[in-house]
């Protein structure tokens, strides 16, 4: 009776165990999938608009920053002019104030003395007198004069230069507060990711993975994926499942990983030798994309050197599954154009082409920005950009990826 009774509880156990089961919220039919691209080209639109509006903002905002420092230059140039007539002005008035000295050492009385009215009396007429009396009176209110204008001149040109340097101050303020707008606004303009392709080139491949896999007779409900695999493996290119996986490179070092920094969803992989190393599959595989992605100078958001060199493939990892593999920013490109390759066969070599926005603190660096999801954006890679930025998984889930590294 007690047997039965914990064969019951184990077998309620188990029921309930299987229903929490966590379900596969990643499973799409042609159906979904062609009703997702539906959708996700008028989002794309919407957000090709909303980068057209910010790139406007960027663009009006580093006018302004432009017109900014234009000012400060004149300003500091002001402010250096002022001070150079300051100075004159402080010599000239010491000038004045010694020929003002010496005038009134001999027509002034000081100390008693009278050589001011010998100076007068010694005249020959009335008339005489007064003009004496008049050059004496003349000379020092000049002087006086002189002294006082110049003395109102630098108290006007220090006033300048403060209200200048003020000036300077609240355009330099000004100036950080655009610079930071400027960096919001690139922020929400679509961060850009490192292989992260351009709208139409979305659109472009949505339309055409969904002629794909109605090519491959796909039915309407049934899961792409799916229908993928049975494709490949019904194939005479099928791809087995391997337990052969290995590094991408001989030597490496651990760089940004996958959410290092904003946007970024692979893993980066650095040389230790500062060198272009040679980059190599991390298993056995199918070649689906080998290219470049669609990121020019014109439409990226960040400094970019051109488009960015990359090969895309396809993986059939033990306890994995299948996965799609991204090796990008590579120098040059030695991988075969599609078709199986083996994982000792080179690819290509470590570069810094197209947009490299997070392989280096110190700048741009040549390394491997490796990529591994469970399905691709690409002609059969079976999702949208969208869908596989959610199917993003970790490298260093699949790949054993140590800070440093000297052998495969």
Known sequence: MMQKQIKKFLVFTLIISLAALPKNTFAQTLSDFENEVAKYTAELKAKQDKVAKNDAEVAEIKK??????????EARNEIERLEEEI??????????KDQSKKIMK???IVNGENSYLEYIFEANSVTDMIYRISVVEQLTEYNQKIVKELTELIEKNKKQKSDL???????????????????????DTAALKDTMPTVEEQIKYAKANVAYFKKLGCGAKEDIQKCLNRSISSSSGSLPSTGNVK???????????VGGYPGHIGQDIGSPNKKSEVIYPIADGTIIFNGYDNCSSRTCQFQCNGRAKLVVIRHNIAGKGMVYATYAHMSSVTAPKSGYISVNTPIGYMGDTGCTSGSDPGGRAIHLHLEIASCHWTTGGGCTWA????RIISPSSIVTLPSRWSNR
């Open 64 to 73: 302004k920053i432009a017109s900014i420092e234009s000012q400060i230059i």
């Open 87 to 96: 100075e004159k002005s402080n010599k000239e008035i010491e000038k004045k």
């Open 106 to 108: 001999y027509f002034q």
């Open 165 to 187: 340097e003020t000036k300077n101050n609240e355009l330099a303020e000004l100036q950080k507060s655009l610079t930071s707008e400027k960096e919001r606004i690139n922020a």
């Open 247 to 257: 590094r991408p490179t001989t030597t490496g070092i651990r760089n940004a990983g």
């Open 387 to 390: 869908t596989y930025q959610k």
